[in-house]
């Protein structure tokens, strides 16, 4: 399975050094994300833990956005990513390197095709039917360009749905909202939905023991067991939680039109 999320920057690493890119070219990039609000192309991701992640496509923008962060640390946070679940990461970076190979045969195709055009000129004019056939294959990759930003701007701010009332405080959503409700809910702090089913899954088993009395007591109470020595940590830290307040203080949650 495949999630589109906003993930936290400082949550994400990796594993290509940054002096592998050219810091001009990073400068520019973290500029232009800062200016038009996330990047393009999001980053392709795969969880390593809770609320940890790894870049598998994307290096270049990754630091972009680590340098975006720097520049302006609010609004810079979040970057938008694609996270995969295991079950399908060997895919997904078999899709990435075909998609790879064929950009850089176009690349390399369309530079032939231009310095064999070019060579012509200097001795003829280019012929009106290719200069034609140049200018419509350059105004198609405009406009596919243009259609995956307005698919991608679509996606990120389209409105999430909840079913319950939309003035329930933090505290209250935690002891009222069903299963689901509460999937969604924590998916907009950037749960994943597998780790996202299994918190929701521990608020209502405590809950039906005892009602959570503050959200404190949630922090302290809600705990899952993770990697292999099945340690039990806190599912949600104090400070997910603040982050928790500030999203779903900010999020308009309207009822679900039946």
Same mark, same amino acid.
């Given at each position: 399975?495949?999630?589109?999320?906003? !993930?936290?920057?400082?949550?994400?690493?990796?594993?290509?050094?940054?002096?592998?890119?050219?810091?001009? @070219?990073?400068?520019?990039?973290?500029?232009?994300?800062?200016?038009?609000?996330?990047?393009?192309?999001?980053?392709?991701?795969?969880?390593?833990?809770?609320?940890?992640?790894?870049?598998?496509?994307?290096?270049? =923008?990754?630091?972009?956005? !680590?340098?975006?962060? =720097?520049? &302006?640390?609010?609004?810079?946070?979040?970057?938008?990513?694609? !996270?995969?679940? $295991?079950?399908? =990461?060997?895919?997904?970076?078999?899709? *990435?390197?075909?998609?790879?190979?064929? =950009?850089? &045969?176009?690349?390399? @195709?369309? +530079?032939?095709?231009?310095?064999?055009? *070019?060579?012509? *000129?200097?001795?003829?004019?280019? $012929?009106?039917?290719?200069?034609?056939?140049?200018?419509?294959?350059?105004?198609?990759?405009?406009?596919?360009?243009?259609?995956?930003?307005?698919?991608?701007?679509?996606?990120?701010?389209? $409105?999430?749905?909840?079913?319950?009332?939309?003035?329930?405080?933090?505290?209250?959503?935690? @002891?009222?909202? &069903?299963?689901?409700?509460?999937?969604?809910?924590?998916?907009? !702090?950037?749960?994943?939905?597998?780790?996202?089913?299994?918190?929701?899954?521990?608020? +209502?088993?405590?809950?039906?023991?005892?009602?959570? *009395?503050?959200?404190?007591?949630?922090?302290?109470?809600?705990?899952?067991?993770?990697?292999?020595?099945?340690?039990?940590?806190?599912?949600?830290? +104090?400070?997910?939680?603040?982050?928790?307040?500030?999203?779903?203080?900010?999020?308009?949650?309207?009822?679900?039109?039946?």
């Amino acid at each position: 399975m495949i999630d589109f999320y906003l !993930v936290d920057v400082k949550s994400i690493s990796s594993d290509v050094p940054r002096s592998n890119f050219s810091e001009s @070219n990073l400068e520019k990039l973290a500029d232009s994300i800062l200016a038009s609000g996330g990047i393009i192309k999001p980053l392709v991701l795969k969880e390593t833990g809770v609320e940890e992640f790894s870049v598998i496509d994307g290096h270049l =923008e990754y630091y972009a956005a !680590v340098k975006a962060r =720097e520049k &302006n640390p609010r609004q810079g946070e979040m970057v938008n990513a694609f !996270v995969i679940s $295991p079950k399908v =990461e060997d895919l997904v970076i078999e899709q *990435t390197a075909l998609l790879k190979n064929t =950009e850089l &045969n176009t690349t390399q @195709n369309y +530079e032939q095709e231009v310095k064999a055009s *070019t060579s012509k *000129t200097k001795s003829q004019t280019l $012929p009106s039917n290719q200069l034609s056939s140049l200018e419509k294959q350059m105004s198609d990759l405009r406009i596919e360009l243009v259609q995956e930003i307005q698919r991608l701007y679509s996606a990120v701010n389209q $409105p999430k749905k909840f079913t319950q009332a939309d003035n329930l405080t933090p505290l209250e959503a935690f @002891n009222k909202l &069903n299963v689901r409700d509460l999937i969604a809910r924590l998916k907009t !702090v950037n749960y994943p939905e597998k780790r996202a089913i299994e918190v929701a899954e521990k608020i +209502e088993k405590e809950r039906s023991n005892q009602a959570f *009395t503050s959200l404190a007591d949630i922090v302290e109470r809600i705990k899952l067991k993770v990697g292999k020595s099945k340690k039990e940590t806190k599912a949600i830290s +104090e400070k997910k939680m603040l982050q928790i307040v500030d999203t779903w203080s900010e999020i308009s949650f309207n009822k679900e039109q039946h």
